[in-house]
């Protein structure tokens, strides 16, 4: 279950394209931030993903990835281009097909051979058709499902939605939320030459006329239940809200929001939530977040690197060249892990009810926050010494550590008390258990 949304320049307050993703999935499942630089390929060389093998191309582009650490792929991410690309899971009436290429796949090969978002499009559309989707998605219990894409470069964005092979395709006009749900319904810009055809065979619609994508291929009992419809419209709406005014602290804002009726994250589940929090049968919890503000030269992201976002840091980053210990490389997968563990611990210690002073925590995060955005804002990152953006990016990364071992330092002794009902109770310490015996192996 994961959130994506994006704001074209006319409707941001300094007119530059801002996109954010949640990346929601199993509690235990790390999700880990790595770069892999620009490389040239062999002529016939081919290129592993998660299930099979496909033909790779002469060149690949820089990228950064944020994406569940078992998988080949990654559930968003950018190019050194400006390209950012978000995957949804979708629940369609289309039979799923065999292991082939999950969406996160696909993601990964189109920021790696694609500049622009028009090129994006194509590129999946021709990788959906010549090789299928297909595969088990899920880390320690099977989930198979299709895949929609929000797809954005510095000036456009596209929304791509799929079901087996057929597919529907709607340019953004200002401002766009996706979930996990079919949400082009009749205003789509392209499509499969057989979607209509095909849903009139299969008796969806009456006919041409009749014809609503999102209404026909829409399988209704995963797409009601996963919470979809409430968190894509939570977001939309506060997009349109803010429309004119969108900043990138408007957009952190929304990955962090919460149910309204969820009165504590940390004692009830919340799978209506953007900031979704596990503890429930159905759903999952939101591992990993990240935000962009495309500007035309360099682009600035602000990365989490760990789960619930309501309770981390966002930091500032560039692709400037290497900097340990918050974005690795793809062979630096062990240091990865252990970013996203440090601060799963304290997410974990707040569950457990061991963090007596939540609110001096969240304090100063906020602080934190505040004074990197300011340092930010004060700046031009498209005209700033690469050198002076590395140390902003070292500083955030030192402060935020310095502030998540202090409050588990503060805090480590203190008994576990998780609070809410049996099945959350029951649920967490489950998962922490789990969680204790990953780290171990």
Known sequence: MCDTFVALGNSTKNKTVLFAKNSDRQPNEPHIMIRIPRQVHPQGAKVKCTYIEIDQVRETYEVMLLKPSWIWGAEMGCNEWGLNIGNEAVFTKEKLGPPSLLGMDMLRIA?????TSDEALYCLIDLLERYGQGGNCGYQRRFTYHNSFLIADRTSAWVLETAGKYWAAQKVKDVRAISNRLSIETDFD???????????????????????????????????????KQRQQYC?????????????ETMIAIL?????ELKDPFSRHSLTSVCMHGGFIF?????????????????????????????AVFKPYWLIGYQGGLVFSEADQEQALAFWHLREHLHRMIIEGRVIDLNTYLFKRNQLERELFDIVNQLNPDAADPKQLAEIISYSLAEETKLITGTISANEDNPSQIKGGLYFKYYWKKQNKGLAQTRRR
């Open 111 to 115: 920021l790696e051979r694609c500049k």
């Open 190 to 228: 392209l499509a499969h030459p057989e979607l209509i055809a095909n849903a009139v065979k299969q008796g969806w619609c009456r006919s041409e006329a009749d014809f609503n994508f999102a209404r026909c291929y829409s399988e209704p009992v995963f797409t009601h239940f996963s919470g979809s």
């Open 236 to 248: 939309q709406d506060k997009l349109a809200a803010a429309k004119g005014q969108i900043t990138i």
């Open 256 to 260: 962090r929001g919460h149910d309204p």
């Open 283 to 311: 759903g999952d919890h939101t591992t990993g977040s990240y935000a962009a503000e495309i500007s035309e030269a360099n682009p600035t992201y602000w990365l989490t690197g760990s789960s619930t976002p309501c309770i």
